[in-house]
């Protein structure tokens, strides 16, 4: 069983780039979750998908745009990156409450 | 709103110490309460979990009891050993949101 995959696992942008992280789930969840991890400040929620073809805001969706492409998959695009957005990035999917987490994303904005 | 606040680490512990890291979650509604666990350079991955009033959750010597009159879901072990060393993250889903909200995490480090 793959779980949730991620990638890529390692980015480097330079700021004003764009760029998509993308996440997959073979466990047919319905749930879907990006968070960010900051030293210091835990995971942050970024966006969260209840079910395909819905996402909401989490805690800091500023920056952020997402896209439920179907069950399977749920993407992350940062179209103009900031050096703020340097981070590491978890996506994660969810069946009855228990979440289950890829290996993340480490990103830097330069 | 729907948070949870958990110790500050690091918290260094000899081996076969005794541990406690506290959690205390807002009462909106009835959550499920979860301590996740994060070693290094990887993902997290649930440790144990409790989904109701009294519940305990265990799982690897690990237990944790959801605590409705305190608000609380803290994490014990008797006896932590080295290979314990990582980061403990508290969590609450369900309640009023089907967001799962994670504390900032505490850090633990057992020295042999």
């Known amino acids: 069983n793959a779980g949730v995959t991620q990638t890529p696992k390692f980015q480097v942008l330079k700021t004003g780039q764009s760029m998509t992280l993308q996440c997959a789930q073979d466990?047919?969840?319905?749930?879907m979750y990006w968070y960010r991890q900051d030293p210091g400040m835990g995971l942050r929620l970024i966006y969260y998908?209840?079910?395909?073809?819905?996402?909401d805001k989490g805690e800091v969706p500023n920056g952020y745009n997402v896209s439920r492409l179907n069950k399977r998959e749920f993407s992350l695009r940062l179209e103009s990156a900031a050096p703020s957005q340097t981070s590491v990035y978890f996506c994660a999917s969810n069946r009855n409450a228990e979440a289950f987490f890829g290996q993340g994303t480490r990103l830097t904005v330069v | 709103g729907n948070s949870v606040t958990q110790m500050e680490g690091p918290v260094t512990l000899s081996e076969e110490a005794f541990l406690t890291i506290n959690c205390t979650y807002t009462a909106t509604g009835y959550p499920s309460l979860f301590w996740y666990v994060q070693y290094p350079g990887e993902g997290l991955q649930l440790l144990l979990k409790?989904?109701?009033?009294?519940d305990k959750g265990s799982n690897k010597g690990f237990e944790a009891t959801y605590r409705k009159e305190t608000t609380s879901f803290h994490l014990e072990k008797g006896s932590v050993q080295v290979s314990d060393s990582a980061v403990y993250f508290c969590?609450?889903?369900?309640?009023?949101?089907?967001?799962?909200?994670f504390g900032t995490g505490t850090l633990l480090a057992v020295q042999p």
């Open positions: 409790a989904t109701k009033a009294d």
């Open positions: 998908s209840a079910s395909e073809g819905t996402t």
């Open positions: 466990m047919n969840h319905n749930s």
């Open positions: 969590a609450r889903y369900g309640g009023a949101t089907n967001k799962l909200i």
